[in-house]
């Protein structure tokens, strides 16, 4: 009798540890369930205008910025920007140091084979960045030939110069690159057409810069750790962000309102 009730108890005690197994690996399986239970949305970025840069206060603003702080608010939760090494986006999210990447990401191949991304939102261009005094003398990719190029690590940018066998030397990001340029350790520079645009010309922090070829055609996606339910969430935000002029309000504030993709 005594070994019966000692059997039963046992049985009875692995049956209660497998019941508490399983509810801990449901809730683990919903990221949208563990983002709103730690109370943050911690967003993998680069310094990248006009999608996430600091203003004079240091706070983190941009098109991408300030939707992921309008989806954060959304799921009841704060925000919060945490820098990454481009290069190790996926490392980053796998080991959950950062819930999702947001930084005017292109969905290639390889991102979309091994994050789960949201919609397009954004269509953008890989462009070649020179000295102004020097844009009529490299009016496509071929005159570029023999330039010597500063990409970002990791990037769309990186893609470009390799398919079109130009000479290349990485940096952390793209706002690197064209310092490299502007100071001439570089002789030029591959980055996103609306970072070009925000960053380089009469009137922005590159003044003595211009953006001259298109290298291609490429669109916007916001990345999640693989089979995360927050893209679904996220898809659903944009949306109704969409629909009700949020999205628009804020590109046109960072006068890019022409690039945005409309979201169904």
Same mark, same amino acid.
């Given at each position: +009798?005594?070994? +019966?009730?000692? /059997?039963?108890?046992?049985?009875?005690?692995?049956?209660?540890?497998?019941?508490?197994?399983?509810?801990?690996?449901?809730?683990?399986?919903?990221?949208?369930?563990?983002?709103?239970?730690?109370?943050?949305?911690?967003?993998?970025?680069?310094?990248?205008?006009?999608?996430?840069?600091?203003?004079?206060?240091?706070?983190?603003?941009?098109?991408?910025?300030? @939707? /992921?702080?309008?989806?954060?608010?959304?799921?009841?939760?704060?925000?919060?920007?945490?820098?990454?090494?481009?290069?190790?986006?996926?490392?980053?999210?796998?080991?959950?140091?950062?819930?999702?990447?947001?930084?005017?990401?292109?969905?290639?191949?390889?991102?979309?084979?091994? +994050?789960?991304?949201?919609?397009?939102?954004?269509?953008?261009?890989?462009?070649?960045?020179?000295?102004?005094?020097?844009?009529?003398?490299?009016?496509?990719?071929?005159?570029?030939?023999? @330039?010597?190029?500063?990409?970002?690590?990791?990037?769309?940018?990186?893609?470009?110069?390799?398919?079109? %066998?130009?000479? #290349?030397?990485?940096?952390?990001?793209?706002?690197?690159? @064209? @310092?490299?340029?502007?100071? %001439?350790?570089?002789?030029?520079?591959?980055?996103?057409?609306? +970072?070009?645009?925000?960053?380089? %010309?009469?009137?922005?922090?590159?003044?003595?810069?211009?953006?001259?070829?298109?290298?291609?055609?490429?669109?916007?996606?916001?990345?999640?750790?693989?089979?995360?339910?927050?893209?679904?969430?996220?898809?659903?935000?944009?949306?109704?962000? #969409?629909?009700? %002029?949020?999205?628009?309000?804020? /590109?046109?504030? #960072?006068?890019?309102?022409?690039?945005?993709?409309?979201?169904?």
């Amino acid at each position: +009798m005594k070994y +019966m009730k000692r /059997a039963g108890a046992l049985l009875l005690a692995l049956t209660m540890t497998l019941a508490l197994a399983a509810c801990g690996n449901k809730e683990s399986s919903s990221d949208l369930e563990y983002v709103k239970e730690k109370g943050t949305l911690i967003v993998g970025i680069t310094e990248f205008e006009p999608m996430d840069y600091q203003d004079a206060s240091g706070n983190w603003i941009g098109f991408d910025a300030d @939707l /992921a702080s309008a989806f954060a608010e959304s799921l009841g939760v704060k925000v919060e920007f945490q820098i990454i090494d481009w290069d190790n986006k996926v490392m980053e999210l796998e080991g959950k140091t950062i819930d999702v990447v947001w930084n005017g990401m292109t969905l290639n191949d390889e991102v979309k084979s091994a +994050m789960a991304c949201s919609n397009p939102y954004f269509n953008n261009a890989q462009v070649i960045i020179v000295p102004a005094d020097k844009a009529a003398d490299y009016p496509d990719a071929e005159s570029a030939k023999d @330039l010597a190029f500063a990409v970002e690590i990791g990037s769309a940018g990186k893609e470009q110069a390799e398919a079109n %066998g130009f000479s #290349y030397t990485e940096v952390a990001d793209q706002a690197t690159t @064209l @310092l490299e340029v502007s100071s %001439g350790t570089a002789d030029a520079a591959i980055i996103d057409y609306l +970072m070009a645009a925000a960053m380089t %010309g009469e009137g922005t922090s590159y003044a003595n810069l211009t953006f001259t070829a298109s290298l291609n055609s490429e669109e916007y996606g916001v990345g999640f750790r693989k089979g995360s339910d927050l893209a679904a969430a996220l898809n659903d935000f944009f949306k109704d962000a #969409y629909a009700d %002029g949020t999205m628009q309000s804020i /590109a046109d504030t #960072y006068r890019i309102g022409d690039m945005l993709l409309e979201q169904k």
